[in-house]
């Protein structure tokens, strides 16, 4: 038997991150750092209004400015058969508007140009004749009769209507339930407004028919195998490369209309076309997140059980449902809406609506609503533990699915694959000083100062296959890679997700260094590139790890089996002899006889058995066999100024459990960013439409991104239980504070003001909303002390 293993080079080890150096060095190459001989370059004409009639385009005087090369309409892409395509949702879009243009910002007309100035100047001479339609704005009017009908090929202005879990389970625990909470509450539009907007070099050469796209993308091969088939082009000729990404959030899984364009001027001009999106164009048209209208119902027992939940859903969409909807499960991952809880019922209507506004609904630093779900019944569980007058952590203690009854399936069907939230309820209130804070907010009220404590023990959901519940347009969610050592001991892992910031060269490197004891420093990660990497369905919803990572995991172990067979080869001794520890193999009862795995990957290309074919690599497509629900709890305190509601966060502490950590200080990273974006959402981002459908954040102007400044500051704890299923134990992380946070921070606030009788403001919690909500509470305060128990409650 081998001795103690050696220290094993990889998981668990914060090191700094490979891909930093030339990102500091700003030598990262992005779409637009990309040029080609003979490239052109394309700018966006987007429609000023949201509804109307386009009667006519004049593109003329466009063609007197030097340098013009071509102006593309929806008119010329409609002889094609190119002006509508597909969406991964099941619908059309629009590709360029060809009769009427259905929101703010939509794509009308794209020139293309020598230069991208001259582009942008002509799209000052295009001449569009419109004829003002009365918009579709607010998503509650969209099932009237008297709406306006903003799909012509469709019967109403309905996306989709979807039920899920048993109505009469759930009527039966509402008919024996002590007491009913009810909350109605709006998770508002937001935008994952990544620090690089979207982006397409295209260039097709027609003669041979071959296309290489370079794309700001978070799912290259699904990409490639849309591209082809819009384009007509064999999928094997078609090469999509991302590169390096300034972030991306859910905002580039969508295909956009300005990729479609790009490739389609490519393919007529047989010349590279360049598209670079503009801020604006970013924040009025590509995928927007959430704009969800909740309504959530809870019935308790007498001593506080969860029996049941009901939810009304009210999604506004936009014009198109366009947003990548992978899960076969009816209302996506909002399944999760039982969060944390042991709820033997529940039942959801989730109705979709068309409205004209941009397409919405995707799935921003989340999966797939999980976001929405998650801050539904965390506000929910707040507002019945002050309706029935108990703390709002023993509320949560006493109904929390317990450690022991993982595997747990909830009553929506999920099946959750391990957790223990009452000890991360326990470590994050311990870590927080709650019975402290409890004590000063009470002191605090007595001196009129308004001090909050809110709790969320969130459930997020990563990693989506498997495949029996999960496909992007019929293709398996699963993911994958290769692996390939080199007579030098050197490796390349091709991966089949893609970084958009993570670090993946870093932690997916560490992982092979762990499995097969080699240096993270040899081992290269190749991502991005279609013609270079195994087929995968992308980076979104905390999948890389969950899935891509198992593949690294899997695919090191394929190899090993190989080497080992190497390894009795060279040892002169049967494999079943030969004992394995990360970097080396040697014969079981005389370890000093051993050999390194770079030996082996040099043998295996100079000298390896001879019924042995040469060489060390491997590839694996990993689907994984259920989904993992990494957890946590945020506790935050703030106070809330009484005179102008504006309230700043003492306290934010954080624990997460996202089962093994491969690189903590990344991890770290990633629950750091996550927290900031959920304070942004909670405190400050807002995105409303004028009754023109006129969006009021068309800039960073408008729409707050909070900076270093304005950032709190986070303490972070961790816990790790290890997914069951995963080979290295882990689940994603990325987005589980982004979906936890939101609901904490309203729930502090909410408790800052719940003694007054305040229970609900809809995010963003701005100032004036704030003290709106105080003014509104007032008079109310006196007949009816609301956090008094109600009758039969204990
Ligand atoms: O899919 P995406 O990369 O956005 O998210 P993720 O899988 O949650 O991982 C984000 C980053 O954190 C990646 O570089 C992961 O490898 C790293 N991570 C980790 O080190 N340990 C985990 N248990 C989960 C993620």
Redesign the pocket.
Known sequence: MATEPRLIPGIGESLRRYEDDRFIRGQGTFVADVTLPRMTHMAVLRSPLARARIRSINASKAFTLPGVIVVITGELLARRNLAWMPTASGDVQSVLAVDEVRYQGQEVACVIAEDPYTAHDALQLLEVDYEPLPPLVDATEALSPEAPLVRADKPDNRCYEWEVGDAAATERAFAEAAHITTLDTYYPRCHPAPLECCACLADVDPSVGRARVYLTSQAPHAHRTVLAQLIGLPENRVQVISPDLGGAFGNKVPIYPGYVVAVVASFLLARPVRWVEDRTGNLLATGFARDYRMRGELALAADGRMLGLRVRLLSDHGAFFADVQPSKLKAGLFHVVTGSYDIPAAHIIATGVHTNKAPGGVAYRCSFRVTEAAFLIERLVTTAAVELGVDPADLRRRNFIRAEQFPYRTATGLLYDSGDYRMALDLALEKAGYAQLRKEQEQARKRGRLIGIGISSFTEV??AGPSRDYDLMGIKMFDAAELAIGPTGKAILKLG?Q??G???E???A??VGHELGISPDDVAVHHGDTDNTPYGLG????????T??AATAVVCRQLLDKAKKIAGYLLEVDVEDVGWEPGRFFVKGADEREITIQQVAAAAYVNPPEDMEPGLDAVSYYDPPQLSF?FGTYVVAVEVNPETGEWKVLKVVAVDD???????M??D??IMGGLTEGYAIAAMQRIDFDAQGASTAPTFEEYLVPSAWETPRFELHEMVTPCPHHP?G???????PTVGSPAAFVNAVIDALSHLGVRNIDMPLTADRVWEAMEAARPRKEPAPAEEPLAGTP
């Open positions: 990563t990693g997700v970084s958009q993570q670090g993946h870093t932690t997916f560490q992982i980076t979104f919803g905390s999948r890389s790890t969950p891509g990572g990494p996202c089962g093994v950590r491969i690189n903590p990344i991890v990273g990633q290295l882990a689940k994603g992380v990325g987005e589980a």
